[in-house]
């Protein structure tokens, strides 16, 4: 068997680190690719389902791979590329919709879907986006606001005692991640590979409408 077929990358806690670090082509077993997750400002609704629709097709197009040459084990929906040109894709809509895409296409066992995205904070928006078939969440936004607060004096003056910036986003990993275990803990899951891509989510969203 070819050794990209079982190649497999293992982390402890869902939510990551840099992940450009792992589109390393040719030096790591594990391959990504990283695919913008923006639209033109101004686009409109026509403008998202374009931009969806390409996020989907760039996203089969990498894990299938072309002649001669093999698909990535990975696909890294990315919204870094946002300014005041472009706006980011809200990430819960690009991971559902390239999760939901590799089902029916059949190729969602051969790729992995992680989300580097502004937009998830809190416990519940990573919650959400295992729940929605995300494999690994990279919040950096979030860890750009943690290391200015540390900057600023902000987490000094709270706690009282001084932390490095690895130490601070290392502590908001590890509280989400057990936050994530409480609410999986819930439903009566153990493991984040149960919990990933079920649509509970969704009927308690639509029980909750109805009330």
């Known amino acids: 068997m070819k050794r990209n077929l079982v190649s497999r990358q293992s982390h402890i806690n869902p939510t990551l680190w840099a992940l450009t670090l792992l589109a390393v082509d040719g030096k790591d077993v594990f391959s990504t690719a990283v695919i913008d997750c923006t639209m033109p400002v101004g686009g409109g609704a026509q403008g998202m389902l374009d931009a969806i629709d390409r996020i989907c097709d760039e996203a089969s197009s990498a894990v299938q791979g072309d002649l001669g040459v093999s698909g990535v084990q ?34 969602r066992p051969k790729g992995a879907i992680f989300a580097e995205c502004g937009d998830a904070r809190e416990v519940h928006d990573f919650a959400t986006l295992f729940g929605f078939g995300c494999d690994g969440v990279c919040p950096y936004v979030a860890y750009e606001a943690l290391c200015k607060m540390n900057e600023e004096g902000l987490v000094e003056a709270k706690a009282k005692q001084t932390y490095s910036d690895h130490d601070i986003i290392q502590a908001y990993r590890n509280s989400a991640s057990k936050g994530l275990l409480k609410v999986m803990s819930k439903m009566g899951i153990s493991t984040l590979q149960s919990y990933k891509g079920r649509s509970g989510l969704r009927s308690c969203w639509a029980q909750r409408g109805n009330r």
């Open 74 to 107: 990975g696909v890294i929906l990315s919204d870094r590329l946002a300014g005041p040109d472009r706006m980011p894709i809200p990430s819960l809509i690009a991971v559902g919709a390239v999760h939901q895409h590799l089902l029916s296409t059949k190729q």
